[in-house]
């Protein structure tokens, strides 16, 4: 039906043939006008994400979301699977690359996620090539159950903001003064996946959360509750209403 009212959109469903009648098990949707405008005006950047949903039937809703000339969200793909894994991320990154084409091997585009263990693998393996920024409020989240020191908190933010190594080693300093165990943590952490001075300079964007992709989780809402076509639909109609409004 989305082949044929929207041409040159994409959309793959499985399910589970091995019962009759056939299981739903999950779908992807990339609609054209999505792809285009993500590929034409949209920043190189694309945020990573997956929210339970609250029906009666579970899954999760991935969405792969960029940012436009704006820096306001701007949808380029969802779908609904059973859990979230490397299985299905991997599943859901390859039809994504597809969908866009050459495009996303062939320029420094950006992921931004969190460190789902499984999302983590599935980029590594897929998109070799583009940098990777984990999401420093995922981060501090984990950061703030083992150092609890208001302090800390702030530090933080000062090294993940800091514009260049000088700025950052400075922050780290007061870490190590204020905590050497919290200075030790992060430490380990890679400097180019959550500190704004160690990231690639070829992609020109400061986010360093993935603060947009949860606007769109909070602006599907209500959504997530329905039934998964009904959901799908709305989500659908929304991205369209979403599209030509910022024309």
Request: charged letters at 20%; hydrophobic letters at 30%.
């Given at each position: 039906m989305i082949s044929t009212?929207?041409?040159?959109?994409?959309?793959i469903i499985h399910s589970d043939a091995s019962k009759?009648?056939?299981?739903?098990k999950r779908i992807f949707i990339c609609l054209a006008a999505?792809?285009?405008?993500?590929?034409?005006v949209c920043r190189p950047v694309i945020g990573l994400d997956g929210c339970h949903l609250k029906g009666p039937y579970g899954g999760v809703l991935l969405a792969a979301i960029s940012l436009d000339a704006n820096l306001q969200f701007f949808p380029v793909a969802y779908g609904i699977v059973e859990i979230e894994d490397s299985h299905t991320w991997h599943w859901f990154l390859e039809l994504l690359i597809e969908a866009a084409g050459r495009d996303l091997h062939h320029k420094p585009w950006c992921i931004i996620s969190d460190r789902q263990k499984g999302l983590v693998q599935a980029v590594q393996t897929l998109l070799p090539t583009s940098s990777h920024r984990m999401c420093c409020h995922h981060i501090l989240q984990n950061f703030q159950t083992h150092f609890k020191q208001t302090g800390l908190r702030n530090l933080f933010w000062e090294a993940a903001r800091a514009a260049n190594v000088f700025e950052y080693e400075a922050a780290m300093c007061k870490n190590k003064e204020e905590n050497q165990s919290a200075w030790q943590y992060l430490s380990l952490l890679e400097a180019k996946n959550w500190a704004f001075h160690a990231m690639d300079p070829r992609v020109k964007c400061d986010h360093i959360t993935s603060n947009f992709v949860k606007s769109f989780n909070a602006w599907v809402g209500e959504?997530?509750?329905?039934?998964?076509?009904?959901?799908?639909?709305?989500?659908?109609?929304k991205i369209m209403t979403l599209i030509f409004t910022r024309q």
């Open positions: 009212t929207n041409p040159g959109s994409m959309a009759q009648p056939p299981n739903f999505s792809r285009n405008g993500f590929l034409e959504e997530r509750f329905k039934p998964p076509i009904t959901m799908l639909e709305h989500i659908r109609s």
